[in-house]
């Protein structure tokens, strides 16, 4: 039994990082990054621009011509709408 639990662990282990599904980018290096805790909220709105210019809603691909509407939408019944620019929370250097 004891084995059973310890192999589901290392599945669980293994596959919970996969399960995130973000898009991968490369954010700005800086020199004083600011920690921005509340950026990485479950019900955050993420914006993601790729270097080949294509934009990302969340894990999804989408137009610049339907990102205004589907921002809106995501925001609308949101109290709280704080904004995050990726240069100010980047990665130190």
Same mark, same amino acid.
């Given at each position: &039994?004891? $084995? @059973?639990?310890? @192999?589901? #662990? /290392? /599945?669980?282990?293994? /596959? !919970?990082? &996969?399960? %995130?599904?973000?898009?991968? /980018? $490369? #954010?700005?290096?800086?020199?004083?990054? !600011?920690?921005?805790? $509340?950026? =990485? +909220?479950? =019900?955050?709105?993420?914006?993601?621009? !790729?270097? $080949?210019? +294509? @934009?990302?809603?969340? %894990?999804? %691909?989408?137009? &610049? +011509? =339907?990102?205004?509407?589907? @921002?809106?939408? &995501?925001?609308?019944?949101?109290t709280s709408k704080e904004m995050f620019n990726a240069r100010r929370c980047a990665r130190a250097v």
């Amino acid at each position: &039994m004891v $084995d @059973v639990m310890l @192999v589901l #662990l /290392i /599945i669980f282990m293994v /596959i !919970t990082p &996969m399960l %995130q599904n973000k898009v991968n /980018i $490369d #954010l700005a290096k800086v020199n004083d990054p !600011t920690a921005m805790p $509340d950026a =990485d +909220k479950e =019900d955050a709105v993420v914006v993601a621009v !790729t270097r $080949d210019g +294509k @934009v990302y809603l969340g %894990q999804n %691909q989408v137009s &610049m +011509k =339907d990102l205004g509407p589907k @921002v809106a939408a &995501m925001l609308e019944n949101k109290t709280s709408k704080e904004m995050f620019n990726a240069r100010r929370c980047a990665r130190a250097v």
